[in-house]
């Protein structure tokens, strides 16, 4: 058990460590700090419940059948969204974060460099994921690739969320699960 605190403990800090832009561009002002680090924060106690949900399901052996790991993986949603069932939209992209992420994206790319970022992401051919928070992300869909340009100027997230783009639309979604964590509309450069 303490051991597991002290776990958590330290990915915490690690997380809240991470949410700094990578280029360090854009964070200039102390309303940006300030949405950043709270962006940070909500991506962090996010991370921390879904850890501790998983933690809670039993564990899976070496010789698990496919639909056992399936058992589990829809537990461990299913526990998820049940903990999260008050959960909406702007819970972690908050509007100053909104407001910082659309304008750094808006400011910091040349326009050649935001029509690149535009045709990879609008061309992808990739199904409509619906605009839900606590919603499983669609099996059908494919993940667009994040421009590498993006990513280095977006708010660092831990290994359990990634970005990803549909449409013009920025998620946040689970990497275990695929579970929509938020979204924001209209942010794409």
Do not use: H
């Amino acid at each position: 058990m303490i051991q597991c605190a002290l776990i958590a403990a330290c990915s915490t800090l690690a997380v809240n460590a991470n949410f700094a832009t990578s280029s360090g561009q854009g964070v200039n002002s102390a309303e940006d700090k300030r949405a950043v680090a709270t962006f940070g924060q909500r991506v962090a106690s996010y991370v921390k419940l879904r850890n501790r949900i998983k933690s809670k399901i039993p564990k899976l052996s070496k010789e698990s059948t496919p639909e056992q790991i399936a058992a589990f993986e829809k537990s461990f949603v299913d526990a998820l969204r049940t903990a999260r069932s008050s959960a909406k939209p702007g819970d972690l992209f908050t509007p100053e974060a909104a407001k910082f992420i659309r304008g750094m994206l808006k400011t910091e790319f040349t326009p050649a460099e935001k029509k690149e970022i535009r045709n990879v992401v609008l061309d992808a051919e990739v199904a409509r994921a619906p605009l839900k928070v606590n919603y499983p992300y669609p099996d059908k869909s494919e993940f667009v690739e994040m421009p590498v340009k993006v990513l280095l100027r977006l708010p660092q997230l831990p290994k359990e969320v990634r970005y990803r783009y549909v449409g013009r639309n920025l998620f946040l979604v689970d990497t275990d699960n695929n579970l929509i964590v938020d979204y924001m509309t209209d942010a794409l450069p």
